[in-house]
């Protein structure tokens, strides 16, 4: 079963970057699947940030499209997140996740989160 | 964009059936994933393409999706079934993944 571990700091400044990596193990990022970021404000619900493929393939929340970038490192067998221009509004507690997805006659599509990482929270305070 | 509405909370009594509806424009077009989160815990999938199981979630959780709501039951509720349940979809209008409010289980 693959195994997903969020790192990066608890605590970032207003304004700054917050930057994330997903370690993914018992699994090959470059044998396909997407892999996701979805973060949860604390005491409120689910929010897609974006999801990239083994081949760096992105697709992203519209919300958070001008501020994030996703990307993937198949020899470390991890990806990462960048969100730029933090407010307090991105405190969150964050997950990566796998996710199947693919493109069929021209079509992309998303589906499920599984396994997911257990998460870690990202504090945006001075 | 694409909105998905649930109840925030619903009550059952455990041996009781549960039922957590997710709203949706022609919902039934698309497919529909559920999650269950209990306090402090990720997000684990309990149903995925409406309906279907992953191979550890007890057969108790079953879903179904047609016309404008999808809906996830569990039958023979019991205590720790207690948590917060997620409904998401992958709206090809916008490639956007879309999640549900979450709605609170209480087990009375």
């Known amino acids: 079963q693959a195994q997903l571990q969020e790192s990066g700091p608890g605590l970032v400044k207003p304004s700054e970057t917050l930057p994330l990596t997903c370690a993914v193990s018992?699994?090959?990022?470059?044998?396909?699947?997407?892999w996701g970021w979805i973060r949860q404000p604390p005491g409120k619900g689910l929010e897609w940030i974006g999801s990239i493929n083994h081949r760096g393939s992105t697709s992203y929340n519209p919300s958070l499209k001008s501020r994030v970038t996703i990307s993937v490192d198949t020899s470390k067998n991890k990806f990462s997140l960048k969100l730029n221009s933090v407010t307090a509004a991105d405190t969150a507690v964050y997950y990566c996740?796998?996710?199947?997805?693919?493109?069929?006659?021209?079509?992309?599509?998303?589906?499920?989160?599984?396994?997911w990482g257990q998460g870690t929270l990202v504090t945006v305070s001075s | 964009s694409y909105v998905l509405t649930q109840p925030p909370s619903v009550s059952v009594a455990p041996g009781k059936t549960a039922r957590i509806t997710c709203g949706g424009n022609n919902i039934g077009s698309k497919s529909v994933h559920w999650y269950q989160q209990k306090p402090g815990q990720a997000p684990v999938l309990v149903i995925y393409?409406?309906?279907d199981r992953p191979s550890e979630i007890p057969e108790r959780f079953s879903g179904s999706n047609s016309g404008n709501t999808a809906t996830l039951t569990i039958s023979r509720v019991e205590a720790g079934d207690e948590a917060d349940y997620y409904c998401q979809v992958w709206d090809s209008s916008s490639n956007h993944v879309v999640f549900g409010g979450g709605t609170k289980l209480t087990v009375l």
């Open positions: 018992n699994y090959s990022i470059s044998s396909g699947f997407y």
């Open positions: 393409y409406d309906g």
């Open positions: 996740a796998r996710q199947p997805g693919g493109c069929s006659s021209g079509d992309c599509y998303l589906n499920w989160f599984d396994p």
